[in-house]
């Protein structure tokens, strides 16, 4: 199976532009997009500095006008054969990728935009520059990730990584980020099978936390935290719930939420362009492994968030080992975990479980 996916790019009607990646032997046919859309502006949101934390907030006021839960029929996210409903102008498709009408980055083309200076005191504030794409897994409004056939879920990987290098190589970009939200629980608006890919102008707070982490560990010990992470895992055990040649997937020794698993490749690696075609083959089979045992925890498919950690081969980055994880809010069949006081407030996360536990059922499932 290849290890790239050259896809075919269409205009939607206000300018965007769709990206259609194929399985072997599918032919995309779109049809020209007639619905009345507004012209698009730039930059539509802001990023505002926050001096008690030293982390950047996203300021974006037209999210407020996204679509929200529409019915099935009416879903923007299905195939449109006649081209005047949905986001997606055709009578099928297998992965498609295209910016978010309602985004909360937006601008990143080819001009560099640096961050503005920060040593004064004043409110500080920039353009909301970035990007911020929908990526559709499947055409079939039913589905889920965890149900996609093996090529199916190799191509959403590949259209990750195709977007991954895309985004790096933007002026402006300092992040790339894919992850899905699944489940009312976690908020979707809408439940056809999709993700999401921001690219950042800066560094979210946990990868810079993780970053300074794992810089002081280098420095200490002289090795990669993250690779001395993993090797931990695996000669511990208990908290492994699925290893292959490529991947090791485990719930952390550490872990915040009531169902936590991070997937690892055996190898260091920044991100998905440094992974060949064998570790991506070996990506999406451990992926759809894990997703699978989420959906049999419980009597009804687990909600979750799924979060792709992806760094820059740079030297503020250096030390970034690429890896995905997954967390739900579920704690029982019935019952959710709310982040309330102690975690919202103070970031300071409890767990109502152990990861050991947690770790057990997950190999048993």
């Not at 990868?207 to 010990?221: F, I, K, N, P, S």
């Not at 550490?254 to 064998?278: C, G, K, M, Q």
């Not at 760094?311 to 579920?330: A, C, K, N």
Request: proline share 8%; with cysteine.
């Amino acid at each position: 199976m290849t290890d790239t996916a050259t896809p075919l790019a269409w205009p939607l009607a206000d300018g965007r532009q769709e990206l259609f990646f194929s399985l072997p032997g599918h032919v995309p046919e779109p049809v020209v997009d007639r619905r009345p859309l507004p012209p698009r502006t730039d930059q539509q949101s802001e990023i505002r500095y926050d001096r008690q934390t030293g982390q950047w907030v996203i300021v974006a006021a037209l999210r407020q006008d996204r679509t929200y839960k529409p019915p099935a029929d009416q879903c923007p996210l299905c195939p449109g054969p006649t081209g005047t409903l949905s986001e997606i102008p055709a009578a099928s498709y297998d992965v498609v990728v295209f910016e978010n009408r309602f985004p909360s980055l937006s601008g990143a083309a080819t001009a560099d935009v640096a961050l503005p200076s920060l040593d004064g005191t004043d409110f500080v504030t920039a353009p909301g520059h970035g990007r911020c794409e929908v990526i559709c897994f499947s055409s079939d409004h039913r589905a889920s990730f965890a149900q996609l056939p093996p090529a199916q879920a190799r191509l959403v990987v590949d259209a990750w990584r195709h977007r991954t290098a895309d985004l790096m190589s933007r002026p402006g970009i300092e992040q790339v980020f894919c992850f899905e939200n699944r489940g009312e629980e976690i908020g979707v608006t809408l439940t056809h099978p999709h993700g999401q890919i921001y690219g950042y102008p800066y560094l979210t707070p946990r990868t810079a936390q993780m970053l300074q982490q794992a810089d002081a560990y280098a420095e200490r010990h002289g090795r990669n935290m993250f690779t001395d992470l993993l090797a931990d895992e695996v000669v511990d055990g208990s908290r492994v719930i699925a290893r292959t040649e490529h991947f090791t997937a485990f719930v952390p020794f550490a872990a915040r939420w009531p169902v936590e698993v991070h997937i690892y490749p055996n190898r260091f690696a920044h991100n998905l362009t440094e992974l060949d075609s064998i570790e991506l083959d070996g990506l999406a089979e451990i992926y759809l492994d894990v997703l699978g045992r989420f959906d049999r925890l419980y009597p009804t498919p687990l909600p979750y968030i799924s979060a792709l950690h992806q760094y820059r081969d740079v030297p503020t980055q250096r030390e970034g080992y690429f890896h995905i994880e997954l967390m739900s809010v579920r704690r029982s069949a019935n019952k959710l975990k709310f982040l309330a006081g102690s975690e919202s407030a103070m970031d300071a996360f409890i767990s109502d479980v152990t990861p050991e536990s947690v770790a057990l059922r997950l190999r048993e499932a």
